[in-house]
Nanobody, 119 residues
Framework: QVQLVESGGGLVQAGGSLRLSCVVSGRTSSVYEMGWFRRAPGEDREFVAD????????NHAGSVKGRFTISRDKSKNTLYLQMNSLQADDTAVYYCAARRMFISTYDYWGRGTQVTVSS
């Protein structure tokens, strides 16, 4: 089992920045890839970014590319999402998720952290 706990959300003005963190515990050796997702009110869950836990290769959704950066610190078993130039439509609950090797879907999820951007 893998446990994920997010933190770092809050209320910020448009143009501001936040850094989300996700602490990974449990069978961390089984983690192959980690990602950030978000769900805005009334919307479907949306992919934000992912990172290969081993080699650090990243992917970012087009809507956040150039503004958000995913990273990880393996020594701290922590995943990060640096969010800059925040916009009102970035308002959502942000979730971190983990995917194990040979598993095609993310099967471990955190409870989420609320990010609210005021315009």
């Amino acid at each position: 089992q893998v446990q994920l706990v997010e933190s770092g959300g809050g209320l910020v003005q448009a143009g501001g920045s936040l850094r989300l963190s996700c602490v990974v515990s449990g069978r961390t050796s089984s983690v192959y890839e980690m990602g950030w997702f978000r769900r805005a009110p009334g919307e479907d869950r949306e992919f934000v970014a992912d990172i290969n836990w081993s080699d650090g290769v990243t992917n970012h959704a087009g809507s956040v590319k150039g503004r958000f950066t995913i990273s990880r610190d393996k020594s701290k078993n922590t995943l990060y999402l640096q969010m800059n130039s925040l916009q009102a439509d970035d308002t959502a609950v942000y979730y971190c998720a983990a995917r194990r090797m040979f598993i095609s879907t993310y099967d471990y999820w955190g409870r989420g952290t609320q990010v609210t951007v005021s315009s």
